[in-house]
């Protein structure tokens, strides 16, 4: 990953396999992107994966959140670098606070991490979930932004997986 990271092309669509317990080095390209960026969590609240993340000693300072769980699990924190979601999960205010949070950062948003697909299924099925993919990368190249997938190859149906690896010009295993 990190000789792929070395020599990271200006545009690109990445795909990274990371289960569970090795999803956090999958940030580990945070180190690769001097640029801003936007990170969706379906995974986690927004306030744990940032202190995590500082934890590793990855760079967050340009990075913002767009939060999918905390709202639905009641946490009571919110950080200024983060957008929430208000329950229940829904593609359709997902995709308006992407086009929001994208569009407030402008230019310099060069990156957005969704972490992490599989995790659309705990709300959606395959039928809904593969056009979504479709939506979402079309958006993303209309706006210049590079998307980072990932997910747990193990936990995808094998028509989102075809998907991703159709989609994807990258496609690393941390």
Do not use: W
């Not at 329950?87 to 308006?96: S, Y």
């Amino acid at each position: 990953m990190q000789q792929f990271l070395s020599q990271l092309p200006q545009r690109f669509t990445l795909g990274v396999h990371a289960p569970y317990e090795r999803r956090l080095k999958a940030y580990s390209l945070l180190h690769r992107l001097p640029y801003a960026g936007v990170c969706v969590t379906l995974h986690r609240p927004s306030h744990n994966l940032l202190d995590l993340l500082k934890k590793e000693g990855l760079p967050t300072e340009k990075l913002y959140f767009i939060d999918a769980i905390s709202k639905q699990i009641q946490s009571g924190f919110e950080m200024d670098n983060a957008s929430y979601l208000l329950p229940p999960f829904d593609l359709g205010r997902l995709d308006k606070a992407m086009q929001h949070v994208l569009q407030q950062h402008g230019v310099g948003t060069k990156f957005l991490i969704f972490d992490s697909v599989h995790d659309l299924f705990h709300f959606y099925d395959e039928k809904t979930i593969l056009p979504f993919l479709d939506y979402f990368l079309d958006h993303m190249r209309r706006l210049h932004v590079n998307p980072i997938f990932l997910y747990d190859k193990t936990k995808l149906t094998r028509r989102v997986m075809k998907r991703l690896q159709l989609y994807c010009n990258h496609l690393l295993e941390v």
